[in-house]
Every structure is written in structure tokens, then in C-alpha cells.
């Protein structure tokens, strides 16, 4: 089964706070995302990365970093974490699975408080 | 722009009918791919069925079958024979083909609650 990890369920942090977010893919997936989840918004896209060392920016980058320095870990970085980044952060990874298709594999979620 | 529309962000059904969840999506590309996800209060996405474009057939898993309707540019979920288990957010999704890697567009969420 493939598994995609996230180092924190739950994480609460003070406003300036820099902050990590890891997420770890057991597959061998060559890409990896970071998602935001928001009540009534549903999730969108902050980035994702289609190779080590290679991101792209997604619908909501501002405000975010990202790290790949290792196929399986993709860490997603809050150099200053504000009050309006309070939200649940998901990770994932896809698979391809043919006929220009894929399909994503979700963590567990990672529901960052910032106070 | 591409974009996924769920109009329905709380829905209500008795254990044992049949529901239906609405989502219509916009794009300009021919190729793409529509999923349903499924994600309980703990938090998982739980991945349940996936239409490809230029399917000829509507896509079945057990108990859930997508009604696709491409001229409309409709994806509704059909949920059968509800059960207590099914009561979760539900999202809508879509991935336009000719992306890397397969990102995702989703819509905002309809929250199903199932009665007994």
C-alpha cells in the first residue's frame, strides 16, 4: 500500500514563527503536493514538485516555501507564519497511471493552529 | 479558467436511499480527468471513483457510479443504499491530462449526513 506521512497531526505556533511541514511518500512517486484545506474553499494548490530539487507554484503560493532535496520528502516551509495561514495542510503524492491519468495518495492532514 | 463547482454544501439522506451530489466543472482543454474523493471526520482523502474524458461509460465502484454528462460539464456522484458509514465531506475534482504530474482542482465540499 502506498503510504504518505506527515510528521504532525496537530501543530500549534506563534505568529512570526518559521515552520515545517514534512511529508515523506514511501513509494517512489515522483510527484509530491501541498495542499490547503479551508472550510466552504474546499483545497487548493500552494505547490508541488515533479522532481527533486523542482517545484512549481500553485494557486496560492504566497507566504510559502517549499523543499525537495529527497524523491521521498517533500517539506513544505512558513518563513513567518501569520494568523490567516491557520488552516489544514495537506500532502500528496501521484501515481501515474496511464492514458495521461493519475492518481494522488493522500497524508493524514496536518491541522496547523497560529496564534 | 478552470474551475470545479459543488453547489450543494450540506446535503441530508435517509439510511438506505439513494444520493445524489451535484458537481459541474469548467475547462477548455478536451483531455482531462474527473474524481470524487471521500474524507471522513478524521481527515484522510479517500479516493472513490474516476471518470476520464473520453470515457464511452459512466463510471462504477460498488456502490458509487458517476453520472457524466460532458456536453452539460456534470460529474455527480451517486451514492446507492446509503449507509451511516457515508456521512463525510465529499470533493469533487478535476485534472486537466496535459499537466504534470496530475495536480488537482477541486470543488468546495458537500457535506453528506446520513440519517438512520
Known amino acids: 500500500d502506498v503510504k504518505v506521512t506527515q510528521s504532525s497531526r496537530y501543530l500549534v505556533k506563534r505568529t512570526g514563527e518559521k515552520v515545517f511541514l514534512e511529508c515523506v511518500q514511501d513509494m517512489d512517486h515522483e510527484n509530491m503536493f501541498w495542499y490547503r484545506q479551508d472550510p466552504g474553499l474546499g483545497l487548493r494548490l500552494i505547490y508541488f514538485s515533479y522532481d527533486v530539487k523542482m517545484k512549481e507554484k500553485g494557486d496560492i503560493p504566497e507566504g510559502y516555501s517549499v523543499s525537495r532535496e529527497k524523491k521521498e520528502r517533500f517539506s513544505l516551509i512558513l518563513e513567518s507564519a501569520s494568523t490567516n495561514q491557520t488552516s489544514m495542510y495537506l500532502c500528496?503524492?501521484?501515481?501515474?497511471?496511464?492514458?495521461?491519468?493519475?492518481?494522488?495518495?493522500f497524508g493524514p492532514g496536518t491541522r496547523l493552529t497560529v496564534t | 479558467a478552470q474551475k470545479i463547482t459543488q453547489t450543494q454544501p450540506g446535503m441530508f439522506v435517509q439510511e438506505k436511499e439513494a444520493v445524489t451530489l451535484d458537481c459541474t466543472y469548467d475547462t477548455s482543454d478536451p483531455s482531462y480527468g474527473l474524481f470524487w474523493y471521500k474524507q471522513p471526520s478524521s481527515g484522510e482523502m479517500i479516493f472513490l471513483i474516476y471518470q476520464g474524458s473520453y470515457d464511452q461509460q459512466n463510471a462504477t465502484e460498488g456502490r458509487y457510479s458517476l453520472n457524466f454528462q460532458k456536453a452539460r460539464k456534470s460529474a455527480n456522484l451517486v451514492i446507492s443504499a446509503s449507509q451511516l458509514g457515508d456521512s463525510a465531506m465529499y470533493f469533487c475534482?478535476?485534472?486537466?491530462?496535459?499537466?504534470?504530474?496530475?495536480?488537482?482542482?477541486f470543488g468546495q465540499g458537500t457535506e453528506l449526513s446520513v440519517k438512520p
Open positions: 475534482a478535476m485534472s486537466p491530462t496535459y499537466n504534470q504530474g496530475g495536480k488537482l482542482i
Open positions: 500528496a503524492s501521484s501515481l501515474y497511471k496511464g492514458k495521461l491519468t493519475y492518481e494522488q495518495y
